[in-house]
């Protein structure tokens, strides 16, 4: 993180929470994620001033998703819960079951991070077939710099203009951070 003059960072679960929403049995998504979360916090730990966590929640029971989100807004590593923007038991983000979420989170001044993706295998934006059917169109997408577009974007991205060129911005973390933790990021204007 030095060599790269990266002063925190927010760790996301990655291929983890990728297919979590996969899991029908909410009791094995409560220990899945109680698990997950044990260990994000423990790897933070090794440098607790600049390591932080987005945690992950069983949201196929809400009853264990507020538990959890409890749980974890205790520990200080935590900033954010990570959220796919995908249907859990046929419900989206949008659906009353997820209005004590949102209030809870609220009140906790806990971000919710919705991922802007919702990934390979969501049969919202993908086919139901196997993964090759999945993926055979979009292995000719070119991948765009910067992240963006590319064969698992899910649609090829529209020709735009260049950006124009960035600037330096300073972020202040919440919660718990030390007085004056700030981190410095490239933002282009919109």
Not at 103 to 122: D, K, S
Not at 145 to 170: D, I, K, M, Q
Request: hydrophobic share 40%.
């Amino acid at each position: 993180m030095d060599a790269m003059g990266v002063d925190q960072s927010l760790l996301y679960p990655t291929w983890f929470a990728e297919g979590f929403f996969l899991v029908r049995d909410p009791d094995v998504a409560y220990a899945l994620a109680r698990a997950y979360n044990d260990w994000i916090a423990d790897f933070c730990k090794a440098a607790l001033q600049r390591l932080f966590a987005a945690a992950i929640l069983p949201l196929q029971n809400m009853d264990f998703a507020l538990e959890e989100l409890q749980r974890v807004a205790r520990i200080p590593s935590f900033r954010a819960v990570f959220i796919r923007p995908v249907f859990v038991e046929d419900r989206y983000l949008n659906h009353p079951y997820y209005e004590p979420l949102w209030a809870e989170l609220e009140q906790l001044g806990i971000t919710a991070a919705v991922h802007a993706t919702p990934g390979l295998w969501n049969p919202e934006w993908t086919s139901h077939g196997p993964f090759f059917e999945k993926i055979k169109d979009r292995l000719a997408q070119p991948a765009v710099p910067g992240g963006g577009g590319g064969p698992f974007a899910g649609v090829r991205p529209p020709a735009t203009p260049p950006l124009p060129e960035p600037h330096r911005s300073v972020i202040r973390w919440p919660r718990s951070s030390p007085r004056g933790s700030t981190t410095t990021c490239s933002l282009r204007p919109p």
